[in-house]
């Protein structure tokens, strides 16, 4: 059975960080492109930041460049996010994605597998 399981969410300030943790089984993900999104309440899922099957190319929504970091450590099977000066704004549920292609994508339409997510609350 396929999974991913995030962790690492929880209640912050803002200014803060968290570190996002995803955590694949069931098949190797190292080939596959991997990304995260997010969802605030009575919002849509939005792109938040994406990394190639490789780990050499990345792509972060506007909302999040320069405070997040996204990467993969394919040995363990698990992707990354840093997220650092953290804003209310980014309050949401957290999930991770993953394709079963090379390239890096932003379509949410192009990912086969899906975490459950996890909460990440930042108070001002």
């Known amino acids: 059975q396929v999974q991913l399981v995030e962790s690492g969410g929880g209640l912050v300030e803002a200014g803060d960080s968290l570190r996002l943790s995803c955590a694949g089984s069931?098949?190797?993900?190292?080939?596959?492109?991997m990304g995260w999104f997010r969802q605030a309440p009575g919002e849509k899922r939005e792109f938040v930041a994406v990394?190639?099957?490789?780990?050499?190319?990345?792509d972060y929504a506007d909302s999040v460049k320069g405070r997040f970091t996204i990467y993969r450590d394919n040995a363990k099977n698990t992707l990354y996010l840093q997220m650092n000066s953290l804003k209310p704004e980014d309050t949401a549920v957290y999930y991770c994605?993953?394709?079963?292609?090379?390239?890096?994508?932003?379509?949410?339409?192009?990912?086969?597998?899906w975490g459950q997510g996890t909460q990440v609350t930042v108070s001002s």
């Open positions: 069931g098949r190797t993900f190292s080939g596959s492109a």
């Open positions: 994605g993953a394709t079963k292609t090379y390239l890096a994508t932003r379509e949410e339409y192009a990912y086969d597998y």
């Open positions: 990394i190639s099957g490789s780990g050499g190319s990345t």
